[in-house]
Nanobody
Framework: QVQLVESGGGLVQPGGSLRLSCAASRLTFTFSLYAMTWYRQAPGKERELVATISSAGGSTNYADSVKGRFTISRDNAKNTVYLQMNSLKPEDTAVYYC?????????WGKGTLVTVSS
């Protein structure tokens, strides 16, 4: 079973920054084959896509609400994907989840909570 473990969440003031990490572990898991995506779910709302990055890292896409503020990146040598979040707003408050997808394989982490509040 592939494990995706998110970290880096916490409490931050509006305008602040956080960097989330998602590390994948499994001896036979070829991380570089997987497209990686960050999702988030705010209280009382549906889960939404935040940012996605292709397997080799050459292509990225962002939700309109985070464009220009968030940056997704990956280090295939470390089996890790990152989400750099700048200029955070209270509406960015949510549980952030990491997803790995390749062919029919689809894995999720358990999430990390980000709270933006003064």
């Amino acid at each position: 079973q592939v494990q995706l473990v998110e970290s880096g969440g916490g409490l931050v003031q509006p305008g602040g920054s956080l960097r989330l990490s998602c590390a994948a572990s499994r001896l036979t898991f070829t991380f570089s084959l997987y497209a990686m995506t960050w999702y988030r779910q705010a209280p009382g709302k549906e889960r939404e896509l935040v940012a996605t990055i292709s397997s080799a890292g050459g292509s990225t896409n962002y939700a309109d609400s985070v464009k220009g503020r968030f940056t997704i990146s990956r280090d295939n040598a470390k089996n890790t994907v990152y989400l750099q979040m700048n200029s955070l707003k209270p509406e960015d408050t949510a549980v952030y989840y990491c997803n790995a997808k390749f062919d029919v394989r689809d894995y999720w982490g358990k999430g990390t909570l980000v709270t933006v509040s003064s």
